[in-house]
């Protein structure tokens, strides 16, 4: 089955610490996007890869980091600058040519 | 810079009644797509529904249809024969067409949060 994963579910970190989190897709996609989802907000960009090697920030970028060095796998880093870190994490990928982005199951971040 | 408004954040329906959850765009582009996507508890995001701000037509997904009013910048959806598993947040999403230098990311109301009564 094609689809994107998104691992772990949940995670817990002392504040301080960096933490990555995993998003995987086989659906062949190029582009692929990383969202932040907080109680009442809607979900909002942080970065996003339109092709491998290549990146760019969102709206929320300050405090995180990603890399895209193959095409399934676009891993995104909270860093201890982001200073309120707690929140769900959705990763997304586009078929470009329906314009459609597909998303993963989601990790729920909980920093202490 | 476009917006997406949801002014709804809570609506309840009645089990097999129909349902219509509010949205509303700011943009000055002429060709974009909207969407509405459902999470449910589990949170995983679902597309719902699909329009293309070129069709006149309005989109149907089985019981989900829409409202697009392109004029008015109004994109409704409508949710025929409810049903409990219809329950979820919905967000509507506005993007513009993916093409050189554009980002081709979603931009997402807050959402409305429909609650399905037995």
């Known amino acids: 089955d094609g689809g994107i994963t998104q691992s772990p579910k949940y995670l817990f970190r002392k504040e301080g610490q960096n933490v990555t989190l995993s998003c995987e897709q086989n659906l062949n996609h190029d582009a692929m996007y990383w969202y932040r989802q907080d109680p009442g907000q809607g979900l909002r960009l942080i970065y996003y890869s339109q092709i491998v090697n290549d990146f760019q920030k969102g709206d929320i970028a300050e405090g995180y980091s990603v890399s895209r060095e ?3 796998s676009f891993p995104l880093t909270v860093t201890s600058a982001q200073k309120n870190p707690t929140a769900f994490y959705l990763c997304a990928s586009m078929d470009q040519v329906a314009y459609e982005q597909y998303f993963g199951p989601g990790t729920r971040l909980t920093v202490t | 810079a476009q917006t997406v408004t949801q002014s709804q954040p809570e609506m309840s329906v009645q089990e097999a009644e129909t349902v219509t959850l509010s949205c509303t765009y700011d943009t000055s582009e002429s060709d974009y797509y909207l969407f509405w996507y459902k999470q449910p508890p589990s949170r995983q995001m679902i597309l719902v529904i699909r329009q293309e ?17 392109k ?30 230098g554009s980002q081709g990311n979603l931009i997402f109301g807050k959402g409305t949060k429909l609650s399905v009564k037995p």
């Open chain 1, 70 to 72: 193959k095409k399934e």
């Open chain 2, 53 to 69: 701000a070129y069709k006149q037509q309005n989109a149907t997904e089985n019981r989900f249809s829409v409202n697009f009013q």
């Open chain 2, 71 to 100: 004029a008015a910048k109004s994109f409704s959806l409508k949710i025929s024969d409810s049903q409990l598993g219809d329950a979820a947040m919905y967000f509507c999403a506005y993007r513009i067409p993916y093409y050189g």
